[in-house]
C-alpha cells in the first residue's frame, strides 16, 4: 500500500527526517531490508539496513505517539 504524501511529510517531521528521504525509505532495496512499521505512517513499513536503525526509529516514533496521546 502507498503511503500518502501527506502521511509522510508528517511523519518527517516529526522524526526529523527529510520527506524525500522517508519516501525513498517505504521501498525495500539490497541494502534496506529490514522492515519499521510506524504509527506515524498508518503501522505502513519503512525499510532501514541495520537493527539499530529500527531501533532508534521505534523508540522515535513510540515517544512521539506518547506525547501527541499526552497532549490530547
Same mark, same amino acid.
Given at each position: 500500500m502507498a503511503v500518502s504524501a501527506e502521511k509522510i511529510d508528517a511523519a518527517a #517531521? +516529526?522524526?526529523?527526517l527529510d520527506p524525500k528521504v522517508l519516501k525513498v525509505l517505504t521501498k525495500p532495496s *539490497?541494502?534496506?531490508q529490514i522492515p519499521v512499521h510506524l504509527n506515524l505512517l498508518g503501522n505502513e513499513p519503512i525499510y532501514v539496513d541495520s #537493527? *539499530? #536503525?529500527a531501533r532508534k526509529l521505534e523508540r522515535s516514533d513510540r515517544a %512521539? +505517539? %506518547?506525547i501527541t496521546a499526552a497532549a490530547s
Open positions: #517531521q +516529526a522524526l526529523d *539490497e541494502v534496506r #537493527q *539499530e #536503525q %512521539y +505517539a %506518547y
